[in-house]
């Protein structure tokens, strides 16, 4: 097993490759949405949206930070893996019991019929997560994000030709709900074909495990929560049809924004566990949060920027009640991208309660804010604009709870993610005032993103320039590029 501080070369294919299998599963997906959403109707994705809140919400109690507490440590014992995949298997039976009683409630709370069928489907689900093997947890401590790319790619296309074929012939949301169970069933049968690792039944290293992980286990249903908030309250104030247009605007902000930050974080979870004392590590963070603004925050406002011609490229005509949605959507996804990497590296780096205090916190914040605005009658725009803002609110707060245990300038870390912010709405406001110069969408929505990139760069490097050329992540960048520039 790998152990010590891992080199900058590795980090790099590490998080290249996390970063492409990503992409990969995503691409599947958003194949998926496109082709789905023009067989389907939004009032089909509703409902599947009504009762995946319901699994999420579930869902999230099952993330005890097992993984994350096997990974903080140097050299686990087997013991500790098999203490692992026991709590594990202990939780999603129990979680899969508890999914299934609520059903009938969760429709009744939805005020729709269609929603308990559904559940009750899903609720399978559960039990084949708990048998995935723990063994898999050896791919990311050893970056070995390729096998693991193999084994969820391969998930993920069986389940998209099963659910595209099933939609095609059922015309029904039920092609969304078989897809779902499928590629938990094929996931749990590659994990041990794929990971030669064969897990026991025991509780031996409980105690060690639950003390480290139940911190992370609450900041994580924290997240979790957070996501779902504006749904609840859109699902229980808005037809199904609505409901459906949040979701795909949620589901679509998600993947160009917050999945990409996810599948980073995988790398430097490991990368700040083993690089030494947490409060040395303040500079290297801060470029890491800059990296990750440099990504997400283009994707989310040019997302924003070009939301309308996105939207009837990808989805069609019927799907125009989102594209109002998309922009507040996907600039809140893109700040708790960066947001969820500051949660992350403080419980890489022993800090969980705090990190655990911090994720709570926002919830609060977001749910009693959402609140407030559907009490006083608000439409599902004005709630997804309040959770933007308080999206904005939660990560500046995160800045200043890593600046603290870092012992690093808060302002370091505000100016190193304010650089990507910035560019990227010098380039939401260019691309939002240029003139209409083709009927095609298509060709808007081209046109459109390749002057929006040029405008972001641009507006990147002025920004770094007038910072006086700091030592951050855009210096890291241009290194990088010059190096594969001298290898072509």
């Known amino acids: 097993m790998s152990s010590g501080s891992p080199g900058r070369g590795s980090v790099y294919r590490g ?25 389907l109707t939004p009032s089909d994705f509703g409902v599947v949206g009504l009762a995946m809140t319901a699994v999420a919400l579930v869902e999230t109690f099952s993330y005890l930070g097992m993984k994350q507490a096997l990974l903080r440590m140097e050299k686990p014992e087997r013991d500790y893996y098999d203490t692992a995949f026991t709590i594990q298997l202990i939780m999603f039976a129990a979680l899969g019991l508890l999914l299934f009683a609520i059903a009938a409630p969760a429709a009744d709370f939805f005020r729709e019929p269609r929603v308990e069928p559904v ?131 949620k589901d679509v902000s998600n993947i160009l924004t917050q999945e990409i930050a996810m599948a980073l974080n995988r790398v430097t979870f490991v990368t700040t566990a083993r690089s030494g004392a947490f409060d040395t590590q303040g500079e290297r963070i801060a470029r890491s949060l800059g990296a990750y603004a440099m990504i997400t925050a283009p994707m989310g406002l040019g997302l924003a920027a070009v939301a309308e011609h996105f939207i009837r490229v990808f989805l069609g005509g019927q799907w125009g009640s989102a594209v109002p949605l998309v922009a507040p959507i996907a600039v809140a996804t893109a700040l708790m991208a960066v947001f969820r990497l500051i949660a992350s590296s403080l419980q890489a780096g022993g ?68 650089r990507p912010f910035l560019a990227g709405t010098a380039m ?19 046109w459109r993103a390749a002057i929006g990139a040029a405008a972001y760069f641009a507006a990147l490097m002025l920004l770094w320039l007038l910072s006086g050329r700091p030592q951050s992540s855009e210096a890291e960048m241009l290194r990088v590029a010059r190096r594969l520039l001298a290898r072509l």
């Open 351 to 418: 800090h969980e309660k705090a990190s655990g205090l911090l994720c709570i916190a926002g919830l609060a914040g977001l749910a009693v804010a959402v609140g407030v605005v559907a009490h006083a009658g608000g439409s599902p725009l004005s709630i997804a604009q309040t959770g933007m803002i308080v999206s904005a609110v939660t990560l500046l707060a995160g800045l200043g709870v890593m600046a603290h245990f870092t012992r690093y300038g808060v302002a370091s870390f505000l100016v190193a993610v304010a």
């Open 428 to 446: 939401y406001f260019l691309v939002r005032a240029m003139p209409v110069l083709s009927p095609s969408p298509f060709v808007e929505l081209v």
């Open 15 to 39: 998080a290249a490759i996390a970063v492409a299998l990503t992409w990969v599963l995503r691409a599947i997906g958003l194949v998926s949405v496109f082709i789905l959403a023009r067989l």
């Open 119 to 249: 559940i009750y489907a899903l609720s399978l689900r559960f039990v084949m997560l708990g048998l995935v093997n723990i063994g898999v947890v050896e791919f990311e401590r050893d970056f070995a994000f390729g096998r693991d790319l193999k084994m969820k790619a391969t998930a993920r296309i069986v389940s998209f030709f099963v659910t595209v074929a099933l939609a095609l012939w059922l015309r029904s949301y039920w092609a969304l709900v078989v897809g779902m169970i499928v590629q938990s069933l094929i996931l749990t049968i590659l994990s041990y074909t794929m990971q030669p690792y064969r897990p026991r039944l025991s509780l031996a290293r409980r105690a060690e495990l639950l003390g480290v992980s139940l911190w992370i286990f609450s900041g994580v249903v924290a997240q979790t929560l957070y996501s779902q908030v504006e749904r609840i309250v859109v699902g229980r104030t808005a037809d199904t049809g609505t409901v459906g247009a949040f979701s795909v605007s």
